[in-house]
């Protein structure tokens, strides 16, 4: 099922899709995968898998963590292609979330050529806007994948506008002016620019930053098409005495989320 | 005579001779620059952005700027001939000597923070944020901000607040936050990740002033026309002096403020050669350096497209230099585009060439030189080799070594360890 099918089935059941990051290669290529697919079993609908980065200026201290511990693991790009291929085969859709540089480095074409031939999805691109995607566009509509771009409660009605043009898959707003990291509140803003959002564009709206349970991720169900859970996953994994332990609550937590998304 | 200051300040707009080649788009330098931030920034770049093309056209922006650059700063800055040191280091060529070492708080940082600040206050903001590395640009940017009465927090990586710890007490008396850094490489490219954090999400509030040529659209020409002042004061200086212009021009490169400073009033002048020193650490074959230009390539970095130490995969490498202004592993994209073009030269400077010249200049005109600052004295060396007695060597000597002396000390060996 591409990611479109997925959150068409959502709207059908009455309920927002499920999207969950955690960065490839923690806490091991093999371990993350491992969560990746506890997460597919509890219910996650759309993976969203992290290129680690050596300067994640969107994330806060928990995603911060992981990455920097993958880095030094050694973690690449072609590990990343790799998780994206073992996530792939459940059939649940998979995209890459990547700062602009790694791909540009990768190569713009080679790096839609080969996520596609892994079986990706597509990719979401936080420090991409679509007004330098010259590159990036078209090599990914050859390689028939989906761009996510992001929108925040600071964009303009005519960027809303823009961005949402440029996506495909979904759109991705950011809830609160922010980085990435759980909160106790997630901000009304994140409904107000849904709403501003709906007025110009048929792609699902699905929203992130911030949500870390089952009643945060009904709130939003309750305005959005999705509930895109990142820190949250990844605390799990932190937090937890072995990988084994850390993937049973990764799935654990994605049970509880896919409950909220069905209780809008 | 003194030169105007008022000609010299934020004069150049989109399109000016910064942009060689020309850019079809608004903060591009070529392929180089643009804006590879969140969309969440977006919004305050353009404010910022407008509000800067406005107090650019406004003559009471200009003179307040224009006054606090002449009364509080100390503009203009000299010139200074020193034969004693072009006899010895370059063979007999006419070295002149910006100084920038002259300003208040000791180097060329607080032209561009006096500018941020008073566009803070324009936009109606209270609280500015900066990075800093050598503790130069946090020091800067915490005087303007007690000068003014701003809110200040300045990010720096906990290395660097070890090395630099007399900037740390130096920012802190003037009542700014500092905030040790503690994630990556603990360096100023962490600080500078850290500041677009604090800004993504305080922008309602908060203005980034930031401290070099470099991050995303407009702060590279925003800092470059605050900058330009440099180059358009000693332009006329070195004419008034010797009757003609340079030879060459050289600066030391770390983001490239004062370089692209000192350089952007001689671009159109196509007899004068443009040189570019960047920190060569322990050698550019060590792997360990900040040479940018000379040993990275193309990519994106903290919000623009430019050249940067970069592996294969596109993971930022850490850079390495005596200097902890130089120890930057990008630089601003004008700087990019100047070398892609061929106008303008880039070299690498080693620790141990740089310590030489800074000894040197110590000796011979008791000018105790900021250590970048001593990486284009190194170069002037190779230049006066080069270009020969006849030449007139115009160098940006961009701070003064004060915060320096233990490092210094050190290196020859004067102190315990
Ligand atoms: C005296 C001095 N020169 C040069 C630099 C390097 O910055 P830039 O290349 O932006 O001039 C610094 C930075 O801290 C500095 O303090």
Redesign the interface.
Same mark, same amino acid.
């Given at each position: 099922m591409n990611t479109s099918a997925v959150f068409e089935k959502a709207r059908a059941e009455n309920r927002a899709a499920l999207i969950g990051y955690l960065p490839a290669g923690y806490p091991s290529v093999a371990g993350g995968i491992d969560a990746l697919k506890a997460m597919v079993d509890a219910g996650v609908d759309v993976v969203e898998i992290g290129l680690p980065y050596s300067d994640p200026l969107m994330d806060g201290p928990v995603i911060q963590a992981a990455v920097d511990a993958a880095l030094r693991a050694g973690t690449d790009t072609t590990h990343v292609l790799r998780t994206v291929e073992a996530v792939a085969e459940t059939g649940t859709p998979a995209l890459v979330m990547s700062y602009w540089n790694p791909i540009d480095r990768y190569g713009t074409e080679r790096f839609a050529r080969d996520l596609a031939s892994a079986g990706g999805a597509g990719a979401i691109t936080p420090d991409l806007l679509p007004d330098d995607s010259d590159e990036w566009l078209p090599a990914a509509r050859a390689h028939d994948l989906d761009t996510v771009f992001l929108i925040a409660p600071s964009s303009t009605d005519e960027r809303i506008a823009l961005t949402a043009e440029a996506c495909r898959g979904f759109v991705y707003a950011a809830s609160t002016m922010g980085v990435t990291g759980t909160r106790d509140q997630v901000g009304d803003a994140a409904a107000g620019l849904v709403a501003r959002a709906r007025t110009v564009t048929q792609t699902p709206l699905a929203v992130g930053l911030g949500v870390s349970n089952g009643d945060q991720a009904a709130q939003i169900a309750s305005f959005a098409d999705g509930v895109i859970v990142g820190s949250a996953f990844v605390r799990c994994m932190l937090e937890a005495d072995s990988p084994a332990e850390g993937a049973r609550a990764a799935g654990k937590l994605a049970a509880d989320l896919a409950a909220g998304v069905r209780r809008r | 005579m003194e030169p105007p200051v008022s000609e010299s300040s934020v004069t150049s707009g989109p399109g000016s001779v910064g942009r060689p080649g020309g850019a079809d788009r608004p903060g591009r330098f070529g392929p180089y620059g643009?804006?590879? +931030?969140?969309?969440?920034l977006? $919004?305050?770049l353009d404010e910022l952005d407008r509000e800067y093309q406005s107090a650019a056209a406004d003559p009471a922006f200009q003179a307040e700027l224009d006054g606090l650059l002449r009364s509080y700063s100390g503009r203009p800055t000299p010139v200074t001939e020193v034969a004693r040191f072009g006899a010895e280091a370059a063979h007999g060529a006419r070295v002149l000597l910006k100084r920038e070492d002259l300003n208040h708080t000791g180097s060329h940082k607080i032209n561009n923070v006096l500018g941020q600040a008073l566009l803070t206050k324009r936009i109606g903001k209270r609280r500015v944020i900066a990075e800093t590395g050598a503790g130069q640009h946090g020091v800067a940017t915490a005087t303007a901000a007690a000068l003014m009465g701003l809110e200040c927090v300045i990010y720096m990586g906990e290395e660097d607040t070890r090395r630099q710890a007399l900037n740390v007490a130096r920012m802190e008396l003037l009542g700014a936050t500092v905030i040790p850094v503690s #994630?990556?490489s603990r360096t100023l490219?962490?600080a500078?990740?850290e500041a @677009?954090?604090d800004w +993504? #999400?305080? +922008?309602?509030t908060t203005n980034y002033v930031f401290g070099t040529v470099a991050g995303p659209h407009p702060f590279p020409t925003l800092v470059r026309d605050l900058q330009r002042i440099i180059g358009v004061e000693a332009r006329q200086q070195v004419l008034e002096l010797t009757g003609r212009l340079p030879d060459a021009v050289a600066a030391c490169v770390g983001g490239g403020s004062n370089a692209i400073g000192i350089f952007h009033a001689f671009v159109d002048d196509a007899d004068v050669k443009l040189y570019g020193f960047e920190a060569g650490g322990d050698g550019v074959a060590s792997g360990r350096h900040a040479a940018t230009i000379t040993a990275g $390539?193309p990519? +994106? @970095?903290?919000?623009a497209r430019s050249y940067l130490l !970069?592996d294969?995969?596109? !993971? #930022?490498i850490e850079s390495h230099s005596i200097s902890a202004g130089l120890d930057y592993p990008g630089v601003g994209p004008e700087h990019s585009w100047l070398k892609d073009s061929g106008r303008a030269i880039y070299q690498p400077v080693d620790d141990a060439e740089a310590m030489e010249a800074f000894r040197l200049l110590c000796r011979t005109e008791g000018i105790i030189p900021a250590i970048e600052s001593a990486h284009a004295l190194a170069g002037v060396r190779r230049l006066g080799a080069e270009l020969g007695p006849d030449a007139v060597i115009l160098v940006n000597l961009s701070g003064r070594g004060d915060k320096d002396v233990d490092t210094a000390a050190k290196w020859f060996g004067l102190m315990e360890q």
């Open positions: - | 643009g804006r590879y +931030v969140p969309e969440a977006i $919004a305050a #994630t990556g490219k962490d500078i990740n @677009l954090r +993504v #999400t305080n +922008v309602a $390539a990519g +994106v @970095l903290h919000g !970069q294969e995969f596109g !993971q #930022t």
